[in-house]
């Protein structure tokens, strides 16, 4: 993403067969660090479940977040934890953040 930027995606939480998962009752969390362990959260990101039953779990940092961020390559996961409280990594990785060019949008 760009520094300034809304990042707004969704996912979809699928079984084996690619069938969407009901995740009524979950609760997703996302968050980007430096590095994994890091002690220093760089930024949390907003997760919800909009009806549930369609697996989907909708992901956002507002324009404003991401404009106080530097600009660099950190790490990222999203975990989920269901009703019987079992937690799932669903994805991870790279998170870049690259600088803007352009001034922002009045």
Known sequence: IH????????ILIKDSAGTAIDITGWTPKMEIR???????LVQSVACSI????????????????????EPGTYTYDLFTKDAGGISTCWIGGVFTIFPSVTEQIA
């Open 3 to 10: 520094v300034g930027e809304t990042f707004h995606k969704s």
């Open 34 to 40: 430096a590095y994994p362990d890091a002690d220093i």
């Open 50 to 69: 909009p009806t549930g039953t369609d697996g989907q779990i909708d992901l956002l940092i507002s324009a404003a977040n991401t404009a106080a961020l």
